[in-house]
């Protein structure tokens, strides 16, 4: 089991930018990373994900065009950049680390999240 922790959350302005990270530790980062978010009183969604060791990248519809993972897996990190923030981007972000199955990405370890509030 790999543990995760996030950073890099806080407030910011509508069209502003900003970098989550994730840091992995322990084992089980060889396999699909990703992010999903959870707003106040809405259920927790998808945002995106990137393949191991790293070649193929999905990202929902609402953020396609905004948002970026990357991953690093000599140091076990996990980004999402997102760019031109909206109101509705507000939520908590988590980290996971799952696999691919039934044509979907499927998280198994999550992280404690990170708030990320963009003030329009």
């Known amino acids: 089991q790999v543990q995760l922790v996030e950073s890099g959350g806080g407030l910011v302005q509508a069209g502003d930018s900003l970098r989550l990270s994730c840091a992995g530790s322990g084992d089980g980062f060889n396999r699909p990373v990703g992010w999903f978010r959870q707003a106040p009183g809405k259920e927790r969604e998808f945002v995106a994900f990137?393949?191991?060791?790293?070649?193929?990248?999905s990202y929902a519809e609402s953020v396609k065009g905004r948002f970026t993972i990357s991953r690093d897996n000599g140091r076990m990190t996990v980004d999402l950049q997102m760019d031109a923030l909206k109101a509705e981007d507000t939520a908590v972000y988590y980290c996971t680390a799952g696999r691919w199955a039934s044509g979907a990405y499927r998280p198994e370890d999550w992280g404690r999240g990170t708030q990320v509030t963009v003030s329009s």
């Open positions: 990137v393949t191991w060791p790293g070649g193929t990248r």
